[in-house]
């Protein structure tokens, strides 16, 4: 097996599960539909994408990402993205975001 960085195989990067019950679970997506991150490793992080905050049951403030795209547009798109944003992920605070989506831009430490 080749290393990811050598290989000009990028399966790694991404798959569509046209048979999920719930697929296409994110309406708009201009690429092939990426299900690797059918849970976002950004759930926990600060992001871009666009989010709602809804309180659990148990009184707990949570990311709705329901109308977010960025993981799922395009395997080697989000992929890159996803990336990214794991370079230097910093802890999501529990606040609404500060910025319209469009207008967002990646704080630096």
Avoid at 40 to 46: K, Q, S, W
Avoid at 97 to 107: F, G, I, V
């Amino acid at each position: 097996m080749q290393p990811k960085d050598t290989t000009h195989d990028e399966s790694f990067k991404g798959f569509t599960n046209d048979a999920c019950p719930f697929y296409p679970c994110h309406r708009g997506v201009k690429r092939a539909f990426n299900c690797l991150f059918c849970y976002c490793p950004l759930i926990a992080y600060e992001c871009p994408g666009p989010y709602r905050l809804y309180t659990d049951k148990n009184g707990l403030t949570r990311k709705d990402c329901s109308d977010c795209r960025l993981p799922h547009d395009g395997h080697s798109a989000s992929w890159a993205f996803i990336q990214k944003w794991l370079e230097r992920p910093q802890i999501w605070s529990g606040h609404p975001q500060r910025e319209p989506y469009a207008k967002t831009r990646r704080r630096e430490p």
